[in-house]
Structures are given as C-alpha cells and as structure tokens.
C-alpha cells in the first residue's frame, strides 16, 4: 500500500474514537480486520477541534459525492463506524479500503484505495453533501 502523501484533517473526536477502536482490536475485543490504512490516517493528520472542522473536510458520518476516475460513475457515500456500515446503502465503514482512503480529505481531492481484489481505485470528491460539524453536531 503507498504511504499517505495527502495532508488530511481528523477532529480531536473522530482521532480519539478511531484510535480506541484500533487499540481495541489489537487487545483481540474487536472483529479481527486489517488496519494498517486507518493507522496511516491516524499517524499523517492534522487533528483540529470539532468545533473548528473545515465544512470542507470528511469526517465520521460525512455524506459525500465521488465520481470515479476510470468509469465517471458518481457515487453518494456516508463514512460511519463498522457496526453502522451498510454498503450496499451507501454506508461505509471507516475501516474499509474506501472508507480509510476518504478519511480527512477535501472536496477536490482525489481518494485513493486498494479494493480486496487488489486493484488500485481513485475517485474525486466533488461534495460534501452532509457534514456533521457543519451542521452544529459536535458529538455525532
């Protein structure tokens, strides 16, 4: 997997709940699932309090627009925890490929991740369709 290259921004919230749910899974209390791109978030962000998140940036229950760059196909997505994750409703996990690979960015930022298959994919985010912290939700 390639190293975060992208500057992304967590807020003190979203940071803390993610690392207690990767430690969490390293003590063996959690489903056992791969972690490493969720840890590279964690390591290469900038953490901002809640109250001072960019409307701009994705973060936890974030509802964005994608448009993938091979097929120019426009997906809605909303970026939740694992117990909340529904992908086939659009609702994914933080924990997954894409999920770690949206975490923090931009709208105009592209999003980069490794499918199960192992094939690369990349996807521009061109809104923020629904963001908690802009919407006066500190907590969700």
Do not use: K
């Not at 999920?99 to 105009?108: E, M, S």
């Amino acid at each position: 997997m390639e190293a975060l290259t992208l500057e992304r921004t967590l807020t003190e919230l979203d940071h803390v709940r993610l690392l207690n749910l990767v430690r969490r899974d390293r003590r063996g209390e959690g489903p056992a699932t791969p972690r490493l791109a969720i840890e590279q978030v964690l390591d290469a962000c900038a953490i901002v309090p809640s109250r001072q998140a960019p409307p701009d940036v994705v973060t936890m229950y974030s509802q964005v627009l994608l448009q993938d760059f091979e097929t120019g196909q426009r997906q809605e997505l909303t970026l939740c925890y694992p117990a909340d994750a529904e992908p086939a409703a659009g609702f994914v996990s933080v924990l997954s490929p894409v999920g770690a690979g949206l975490l923090g960015l931009t709208v105009g930022s592209v999003a980069r991740w490794t499918t199960p298959a192992g094939s690369e994919r990349r996807a521009e985010i061109l809104a923020i369709l629904f963001q908690p912290e802009a919407s006066g939700d500190y907590t969700a």
